[in-house]
């Protein structure tokens, strides 16, 4: 069975801790995405990546930073952690040609 | 720019009653065009995509859903509604290289 994997469920960090989010998929997919889940604001682009060493800012990447040194793992990285990055974090991954996205089950992060 | 609209945040029916919730998209061009599903705590699983051909496609757990151009319209349909169909709800309209753009979900609520 095809997967995203995300490596935390849940996490609880305190202001300006460093955290990463790290996502693995086994499908062979060339681009890969972090997706952050507000209540009443839907899903919103954090950053994606087509290929390996390749990344690109979504639509809310400040606060953020991205790794993807392998094809198979793209890491979310928050330098300092703040209270309003507490949030869902959802890793997705899809082949060029089909455009549908696997997601992982999320990660929970709570910013004390 | 595109946007997706799903103008109901909360639905309820009752169990064995019809289902249907609205997408309405703004895109540039033909687009590709999604449902997903989400149960609790858990990431997206997808429910049906459009590509192109038949507007009319069929998905998993017994959804489909209608793409009327003229309408701008992708709205998700099922005949009989079973307890656990209760979930968040998402269409996405999707860009270049998997990009997607999602609207902000509408809540099912499924009466016994």
């Known amino acids: 069975d095809v997967k995203v994997t995300q490596s935390s469920r849940y996490l609880v960090k305190r202001t300006g801790e460093k955290v990463f989010l790290e996502c693995v998929q086994d499908?062979?997919?060339?681009?890969m995405f972090w997706y952050r889940q507000d209540p009443g604001l839907g899903l919103r682009l954090i950053y994606f990546?087509?290929?390996?060493?390749?990344?690109e800012k979504g639509d809310i990447p400040e606060g953020y930073s991205v790794s993807r040194e392998k094809k198979e793992r793209f890491s979310l990285i928050l330098e300092s952690a703040s209270t309003n990055q507490t949030s869902m974090y959802l890793c997705?991954?899809?082949?060029?040609?089909?455009?549908?996205?696997?997601f992982g089950e999320g990660s929970r992060l709570t910013v004390l | 720019a595109q946007s997706v609209t799903q103008p109901d945040i909360h639905i309820t029916v009752s169990e064995g009653a019809s289902l249907e919730l609205r997408c309405n998209y703004s895109?540039?061009?033909?687009?590709?065009l999604f449902w997903y599903v989400q149960s609790p705590g858990q990431g997206l699983q997808l429910l049906l995509k459009?590509?192109?051909?038949?507007?009319l496609v069929q998905g998993i757990k017994g959804f489909e859903a209608e793409f009327k151009r003229s309408q701008s319209s992708f709205n998700l349909r099922k005949p009989s509604v079973h307890w656990s169909d209760a979930a968040e709800y998402f269409c996405?309209?999707?860009?270049?290289?998997?990009?997607?753009?999602f609207g902000d979900g509408t809540t099912l609520t499924v009466k016994p």
């Open positions: 997705a991954s899809t082949r060029t040609a089909t455009g549908e996205l696997f």
């Open positions: 895109y540039g061009a033909t687009p590709y």
């Open positions: 499908m062979d997919h060339e681009n």
């Open positions: 990546s087509y290929d390996v060493k390749m990344k």
């Open positions: 459009y590509f192109s051909g038949d507007t």
């Open positions: 996405a309209v999707g860009l270049n290289a998997g990009k997607s753009t």
